[in-house]
């Protein structure tokens, strides 16, 4: 068991992975199956974005979601009523996501842990109403149809469904690829010392408020690209891509797939997807069971499926350890070391 | 001059509302320093049960809300046992997470009995006062006298009484009160119990001019936050004026700025004041 667990850590695991997602189109049973996949890997993505503020930083953002609707809402509304084409309002979804971001997080990073959640709950809100309510620039609850599609340079369709599935997974391979580099990086490891006290953190030297601004600014752009890219995909959005719900969604992938690892994202969104998927029922009661499962997570496993399992593996090789020689235990710790540095 | 009056009394019946739920938020944050999202879940099940006492069973209003707040007590006392107890020791990140999971369960659970749609509640109390030109209906009168009956009790039971005490000192000083032998596990009890009463007062007494559905607690739930904000995290007199406050905005921006944005109102006003003083307006220092 230990044996073929340990197999799951080394790089081919992630390259298996990769090729699963790259043949997935080939032996998906229909299309409607890629697409689902899509959406999962959209979702992943400002998922990822949550995991840099919430898992990294140890901010619990509660405006996520009004972000992804912020990137949503700038494509469309660029392409649908002021005729940009779709990659420059692509790179404009992106930079208004950070310009936005960076101004929200210099506002509400002043104020610690429960201050800032509640504050951005009040963003998200107010996102949502601007939304809603401001008809002339929005269109209001009637939402923003005839958004393009990605345009392709003449070689491929990306209103067809399996090119954008690749498309997207383009954009998500970047995305887990970044988060990695971020995680082993300085900036990354100072935001976990960020996460584990403000304090401590400060007194290491550490300029909180620029590293909190810049961990936020990257999640909204991270939101802001998932947004963007949804919005290319069903190219037509509501209001409702801001509600409140999605953020709680988010935090619910996060949390199940483990919050603070690198494939717990991918991992907690693809799983849970595919589970209200194949249960159609559980669409609109799926809270009923994700509700108490939330709980239960934070009770007893605040790691998620990623972290348990990390932490799993850490103690059965320090129980294997004595038996084996000493140059082995070298080897494993330094495994160890490895695969803690990534959770 | 009589207009003016008019959203002078829609001030005050918001402000009542908005008061009844911050306190309850406010006395939780202020014993076990949790900011409780579920909150707006438990003022959405008091105005269920409300409605599910009157129109289902038959019961009179005042039997009706006496019902839905022992109901809501003791799904808050859950709450504290089986969710938040478990978790004292936790990161505060969590607590917070959980609350969410409590308001998404409770949310689906009421949408599968009674779907999301908008339901109207009757009240025995729908007769028009006239007051020379100034129209108040009964209903509002009763919510602003609720309000300010509940606020009484609720301050002598905190000063006058032994275990309204206990929740004082538990709140000024947690190892203090642990030193002079104050059980802990019943003080939080009894704090999300009051906290859950308070919310479907306020639900039973808002509802028959408002309409019930499961969303219902979202926007209520939010202004609540910020009127602790405001007030300072854990102040009860803060909560009450916090509370005002924001039923006096809404109520004056609501009828002089714009209607339809009158519920950005209190967050714009949020959003202002922490930029300028993130501690909060009243409170002395950030916890």
Known sequence: ?343 | MSLFLQQIINGLTLGSIYGLVALGLTLVYGILHIPNFAHGALYMVGAFMSYFFMVDLGAHYWIAMAGSAAVVAVLAILCERLVFHPLRHSPPIHDKIAAIGILLFLEAVVQMFWGSDFRRMSSPFTGILNFDGLIIPEQRLLIIAGAFVLVVALQLFLRKTMTGATIIAMAQNRDGAFLVGIDANRVAMMTFAISGMLAAFAATLYAPINLVYPAMGHLVIMKAFVIIILGGMGSVPGAIVGGMIIGFAEALGGFYISTSYKDIIAFGLLVLILSVRPQGLFAKGAH
């Open chain 1, 1 to 343: 068991m230990f044996k073929f667990a340990s197999l799951l850590m080394t790089p081919a695991a992630k390259y298996l992975m990769l090729a699963f997602a790259v043949l997935f189109p080939l032996v998906a049973a229909n299309e409607y199956q890629v697409y689902v996949m899509a959406t999962a890997f959209v979702w992943a993505i400002a998922v990822y974005g949550l995991n840099i503020i919430t898992g990294f930083c140890g901010q619990l953002n509660l405006a996520h979601g009004g972000f992804f609707a912020i990137g949503a809402y700038t494509l469309g509304l660029l392409t649908a009523d002021y005729g940009w084409s779709f990659w420059p309002a692509f790179v404009g979804a992106l930079v208004m996501t950070a310009v936005l971001g960076f101004l929200v997080g210099i506002v509400s990073l002043r104020l610690k842990e429960h201050y800032f959640a509640i504050f951005t709950l009040c963003v998200g809100f107010i996102i949502y109403l601007l939304i809603d309510k401001w008809e002339e620039l929005t269109h209001g609850a009637i939402g923003v149809r005839d958004i393009d599609a990605p345009y392709g340079f003449g070689l491929v369709d990306f209103t067809e469904t399996t090119p954008f599935y690749y498309l997207v997974l383009a954009f998500l391979v970047f995305a887990i690829w970044f988060m990695g580099r971020l995680s082993k990086s300085l900036l990354g490891r100072t935001f976990i010392a960020i996460r584990n006290g403000d304090e401590l953190a400060q007194s290491l030297g550490i300029n909180l408020m620029r590293n909190k601004v810049l961990a936020f600014v990257l999640s909204t752009t991270y939101a802001g690209l998932a947004g963007a890219l949804y919005a290319g995909m069903v190219r037509f959005i509501g209001p409702d891509a801001a509600n409140i719900q999605h953020t709680f969604d988010m935090i619910t992938y996060l949390l199940v797939g483990g919050i603070g690892t690198i494939m717990g994202p991918l991992l907690g969104t693809v799983g849970i997807v595919w589970i209200t998927q194949s249960l159609q029922f559980l669409e609109e009661y799926r809270m009923i069971i994700f509700g108490p499962l939330l709980v239960l997570l934070v009770i007893f496993f605040p790691r998620g499926i990623t972290g348990s399992f990390l932490t799993w593996m850490h103690r059965k090789s320090q129980a294997l350890a004595p038996a084996k020689k000493r140059q082995e235990r070298k080897v494993d710790t330094a495994q160890n070391r490895e695969a803690e540095s990534n959770a």
